[in-house]
């Protein structure tokens, strides 16, 4: 696997299919996901060297066309985003303040993961994939007040403002708020 990886989210699971053929069929790149997710929308991950994965992903752009929902292409993934996208995050009781970013999109969450954690000094605690949500994605950081709020606002640039859903600083957080994302995947 390489140090690039791309997301392409379609509106449309039959379109999904047909998008995810002429990618494979364009470059040889790994396969991380090809599956539907709610709102029956449907959702490709591939990884491999940076320009194989950008050719992929401009098959499956195109074979999306007006169904493509959004994409990205990070030519450099920070290795916890890859590994989240991968395997799911490690899910860990965070310590410090905690930064909070939702999207509408996963590429957009992952997008903003990504740049988060390269712009500052934090932990990836989550990073959610539209699993149960609707088909959105939200990231939960942690870290010094500063670096985290250095890296929500990198997060939001990158993930774009107009897939925000919503975005949270706890500067302080009583103690009740750290041990959710540890719960959460402790219950997976």
Same mark, same amino acid.
């Given at each position: ?5 791309? +997301? !392409? @989210? ?8 047909? /998008?995810? =053929? *002429?990618?494979? #069929?364009? %470059?040889? &790149? ?69 930064? +909070? !970013? @939702? ?8 997008? /903003?993961? =990504? *740049?988060?954690? #390269?712009? %500052?000094? &934090? ?66």
């Amino acid at each position: 696997m390489g140090p690039a990886l791309a +997301v !392409l @989210e379609i509106r449309s699971i039959a379109r999904g299919y047909f /998008a995810l =053929d *002429a990618l494979a #069929k364009r %470059a040889c &790149v790994q396969v991380l996901h090809a599956e539907p997710i709610s709102p029956g929308k449907f959702w490709i991950a591939v990884a491999g060297g940076e320009a194989e994965v950008e050719e992929a992903l401009e098959a499956g752009v195109s074979a999306a066309a007006d169904a493509r929902l959004d994409h990205t292409l990070l030519p450099y993934v920070h290795e916890e985003v890859r590994r989240a996208v991968v395997e799911g995050p490690r899910r860990s009781t965070p310590d410090g303040s905690i930064g +909070v !970013l @939702e999207f509408h999109t996963l590429s957009s969450a992952i997008r /903003a993961a =990504d *740049a988060a954690l #390269k712009c %500052a000094d &934090v932990t990836l605690v989550d990073l959610h994939l539209a699993r149960g949500i609707g088909g959105k994605g939200y990231l939960v950081l942690c870290g010094a007040l500063p670096d985290v709020e250095a890296a929500l606002e990198a997060g939001l640039t990158s993930g774009g403002e107009e897939h925000l859903v919503g975005r949270e600083l706890l500067a302080n957080p009583d103690e009740c708020v750290p041990s959710v994302p540890a719960r959460r995947g402790a219950a997976r």
